[in-house]
């Protein structure tokens, strides 16, 4: 039997825990519509347009590159080789990202055709595996020990060199094996659909290289490994970079979203070349994104100073860092970071 002191001290703690976490709701309801408010009065070519006209250059600057590499000068081919990695970069980095979110069009039907054809003719795999691995775990469970803590990306048992500069070069295998594993788990129809598609992109840029280029079949193979791999390195960066050695948090004792989101993201600073093919929302405007998932590349960067300034003011952490000071960090921290078991976050005065 509890004394009555004792229940007025828990009565009066769950009061303070309910006050508190209405308190944090409140923050991420006012800080949602102060967003949502901006989206509204944006154009549609600040919400989609300047992104969607991204990606068109992209293709249209496809037949110049596979010309180019036809081209027997070596600074020809070279350039061809440079706008293949680029376009390549720009299509299945920035596309497919933006795309898994449906942040493409306003029509589900269009949305979910993009991520079809971004993730699965474009990316090499599959769009419901990328959708459930990217959005509805990584983003639904962002440091989640177990769940979006970006484990996907964690080999401990290779060295540190090796990790973070060799590894990366082998995505452009890797990802249609792990595409061929993650078919497993689907229906027949999705599975019907998935092949084909990967199978109808890789076959055009292989047909394009023989046939536009004249390259020969070898050529042609170590080419498309080339340009898809050019942009692994920094791919694999950003994506450790941004969340691992944050705060991690225990699946039964998570935080309210926005401590999730501002303790376990941080911002690389801009980048010319990253702004350009992976786009915003995974350089420098992470934190928005992880906060705001729906929204595109301009939007995020948009909506960046209301942001920043908003967590600033309320006292919550905004979260910045350099690349090279990450590569650093990573470099000579490996193996507390990848090793160990990350510390999870003390949740006392953030849950
Ligand atoms: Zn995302």
Redesign the pocket.
């Known amino acids: 039997m509890q004394s009555n002191p004792e229940k007025r001290r828990d009565t009066a703690s769950r009061d303070g825990e309910e006050h508190r976490d209405a308190e944090r709701e409140t923050l991420m309801m006012e800080l949602t519509r102060l967003v949502q408010k901006s989206v509204r009065e944006s154009s549609w070519w600040e919400r989609r347009g300047i992104d969607c006209s991204i990606l068109t250059a992209a293709f249209i600057s496809l037949p110049a590159g596979f010309l180019l590499l036809g081209s027997s000068q070596p600074l020809y081919f070279l350039s061809g080789v440079l706008i293949m990695g680029v376009v390549h970069a720009v299509i299945t980095v920035k596309g497919t ?1 933006l795309a ?2 449906g942040a493409l069009s306003e029509s589900p039907v269009w949305a979910d055709f993009w991520a079809v054809f971004f993730i699965e003719v474009c990316g090499s795999f599959s769009a419901r595996a990328g959708v459930q691995a ?2 509805k775990m ?2 639904a469970h962002t440091n989640v020990i177990g769940l979006g803590d970006s484990s996907t990306w964690k080999i401990p048992f290779l060295p540190r060199s090796v990790y973070l500069f060799i590894a990366p070069l082998a995505v452009p295998i890797i990802t249609p094996i792990v595409a061929v594993g993650e078919l497993k788990g689907q229906s027949p129809l999705q599975i019907l659909r998935t092949v084909p598609c990967v199978c109808l992109g890789f076959f055009s840029q292989y047909y394009l290289l023989r046939s536009v280029s004249g390259l020969s079949c070898s050529s042609a193979l170590l080419v498309m490994l080339l340009c898809r791999a050019m942009f692994s390195l920094p791919y694999i960066h950003v994506n450790i970079f941004q969340h691992i050695g944050l705060p991690m948090f225990s699946a039964t004792h998570r935080p309210k979203r926005i401590y999730q989101m501002t303790h376990g993201v941080l911002n690389l600073p801009r980048n010319p070349l990253l702004d350009w093919t992976f786009g915003h ?2 350089i420098n405007c992470h934190v928005e ?2 906060l705001f ?1 729906f929204l595109s590349d301009n939007m995020c960067l948009k909506v960046k100073p209301l942001v920043s300034q908003y967590l600033k003011e309320k006292k919550l952490p905004y979260q910045e860092d350099a690349y090279i000071s990450r590569l650093s960090l990573f470099f000579h921290k490996y193996q507390e970071l990848m090793v160990f078991a990350p510390p999870i976050t003390e949740l006392v005065g953030i849950q």
């Open positions: 990202h898994s979110h990217h959005v990584h983003h929302s995974l994104h992880h998932p």
